[in-house]
């Protein structure tokens, strides 16, 4: 299992269009990857709403795990992901 | 072949297949479904139908507007693909053995409740997008189409009647012909084609029946006829009507950028009647001189909600900006009797007509008014808006929507929002007690403007929506006439105008009578300006009687 942390930048946080993105990405990937806040709750990110169901916002910091599948060049193509988009 | 005679109730002749209109609001039922695995199989066709559409729809705004746009739809596909919100409807589906609809219901409602319930204004305004893309998975799983026509070429629309709601809806660029079962000359269908300058027929009763369908058919808005799949003999006789159509819209052409004015020199204002601002590229192509008439119901029967003053305010605006100058009349709300709107929670009526209508819910809801007011003074600030009050029955009614507008003009000046003061007041005129009572009104206002359809019906006691009292709905009734007359003399002493914005004005039967009478302004929709630009031009006002006044 691959993990990092990332600390969100967009003004509104990971909203509906991103995430729609970040949903679309992931299912691309041969791994499952999941997202987790701080306090705790967690949903895959293949899964649009539950991910909007998170709340993220800016300034949240998140732990991206990466499990199954190539998860080294996953995990940096996660990680590129989210410093483009989010 | 196939002939089918009912009433024409606007002009003209068109040709195209025959399209049955799908009403939507199917209701959605409790009723267990029959079999869970055809109930699966339909969610899953219409999920990758609605992903299609989206999908499609992005790549048309794409090209039309640019990517922001294009992503909505992209991410609303992204919704109806998302794994749990499928999930949630197959779930719901095995435990409610419900049907895939009801199914389909109960997921939307629930993430779109999950959204609103967050903390976050931005999330709680996507349960919105789920909302839209639930009843897009709808519409599919019920074979309704938005815009209510699911055709690649234009049709001629048929229909049982339309409701004005109903009407607003349509995607009017692939009409080419009403033909309805019910209806009226006087109702909304009648009036929305004549307003588009197409033809229709109503009144045809069961002869019009669901496997006509699909066929070809020449219609003709004068006789009434429809023939479907016509043969030979019968379609040489409308292919000359057709042709002879297309001649005479050449002709009117010529009288484009002619004064209205008889030949002894008594100029009329010659405005046009609009449903929204949609319809104003109508009246700048037919060369209206400007809006006698623009109907706010549009705002309120396309809403299901009170519209807000914004919206409002921008429709007025772009019709206003878009008439440069010239006087555009608009009608404070005219809802009750035959326009329902849910949202209002009006009582039902024994007799709507009679009813809490128009310029009686403003008054009784001055809330309502008041948005409406002050979307309108806003406008005036961007052309030259007049408003007109419905209804009027009483003197005291105008003084009471006078100093609602005076209410209005002084919050503006302390909020030093710019509006025109010099703004014109003016009331229909349409019932009886508003003709006794013309001189004193006369006095409160800066015009008259007679709704003939209304008026006729009050007077002779006829309900316009009754298809089937012919003559004795009678709008040339001396009594009408008289009313006119009545009004007109009033509304001359007090030194104001007088219009007409009802069907009548577009009457050329009655034009010399008008011009007698002395009306100021006649108020059309925009296809009859320039045939009525023609019969002015023709028309000397001096030698004009008013013996169709006589019984």
Known sequence: MKKFEYTINDPVGIHARPAGLLAKAAKALDSTVTIATADGRSAAASKLMALMGLGIKQGDTVSVLIEGGDEEANAVAMEQFFKDNL | ?551
């Not at chain 2, 001189?289 to 605006?317: M, T, V, W």
């Open chain 2, 1 to 551: 072949m196939i002939l089918l005679q009912g009433k024409g109730v606007s002009k003209g002749v068109a040709n195209g297949p025959v399209y049955f209109f799908q009403r939507p609001g199917i209701t959605i039922t409790n009723a267990p479904a029959s079999n869970i695995e055809t109930e699966r199989e339909r969610i899953s066709a219409a999920q990758e139908k609605s992903i299609a559409q989206l999908n499609d729809l992005a790549e048309k705004v794409r090209q039309e507007t640019g990517d922001e746009t294009a992503l909505l739809f992209e991410t609303h596909a992204m919704f109806v693909e998302d794994e749990d919100y499928v999930e949630c409807m197959m779930d719901t589906l095995a435990e409610e053995k419900c049907t895939a609809e009801r199914a389909v219901e109960i997921a939307g409602e629930k993430f779109a409740a999950m959204l609103a319930a967050m903390d976050d204004a931005y999330m709680q305004a996507r349960a919105a997008d789920i909302k839209d893309v639930t009843r897009r998975i709808l519409n599919n799983l019920m074979g309704i189409v938005e815009g209510g026509i699911d055709s690649e070429v234009p049709v001629i629309l048929a229909a049982d009647d339309l409701a004005p709601s109903e009407t607003i809806q349509l995607d009017k660029s692939k009409i080419l012909g009403f033909i309805t079962q019910g209806g009226s000359g006087n109702s909304h269908t009648a009036i929305l084609a004549r307003t588009m300058g197409i033809p229709a027929i109503s009144g045809l009763g069961d002869t019009l029946k669901p496997e006509l369908g699909g066929r070809m058919a020449y219609i003709d808005g004068e006789t009434g006829q429809v023939a479907v799949e016509p043969d030979d003999i019968t379609l040489a006789a409308f292919q000359a009507k057709y042709e002879k159509q297309q001649e005479m819209k050449e002709l009117l052409q010529t009288m484009k950028g002619q004064e209205d004015v008889t030949l002894d020199g008594r100029k009329i204002m010659l405005y046009c009647n609009i449903g929204s601002p949609e319809d104003i590229a109508a009246v700048l192509s037919n060369d209206g001189r400007g809006i006698g008439l623009f109907r706010s119901e549009f705002l309120y029967l396309a809403s299901d909600n009170y519209p807000s003053e914004e919206e409002q305010f921008q429709a007025y605006k772009e019709v206003a900006a878009a008439m440069e100058g010239r006087r555009v009349v608009i009608r404070t709300l005219d809802i009750g009797a035959d326009k329902q709107v849910g949202y209002f929670g009006l009582q039902k009526e024994e007799n709507p007509a009679l009813g809490v209508r128009a310029i009686r819910i403003c008054l009784n809801r001055p809330e309502v008014f008041r948005t409406q007011l002050r979307a309108l003074y806003r406008a005036s600030a961007y052309g030259k808006v007049a408003i007109m009050f419905p209804m009027i029955t009483s003197v005291w009614e105008v003084k009471e929507c006078k100093r609602a507008c005076q209410k209005v003009m002084a919050e503006l000046d302390t909020e030093g929002v710019p509006y025109r003061k010099d703004t014109e007041i003016g009331i229909m005129i349409e019932t009886p007690a508003s003709i006794l009572v013309a001189e004193e009104l006369a006095k409160e206002v800066d015009f008259f403007s007679v709704g003939t359809n209304d008026l006729t019906q009050y007077t002779l006691a006829c309900d316009r929506q009754a298809n089937d009292l012919g003559k004795f709905f009678d709008p040339h009734h001396p009594a009408v006439l008289r009313a006119l007359k009545i009004a007109a003399d009033a509304a001359h002493k007090a030194g104001i105008w007088i219009g007409i914005c009802g069907e009548l004005g577009a009457d050329m039967s009655l034009l010399e009578t008008f011009l007698a009478i002395g009306i100021d302004e006649l108020s059309v929709s925009p296809t009859s300006v320039l045939p009525l630009r023609a019969q002015i031009r023709k028309s000397i006002a001096k030698t004009c009687t008013l013996e169709l006044l006589e019984c």
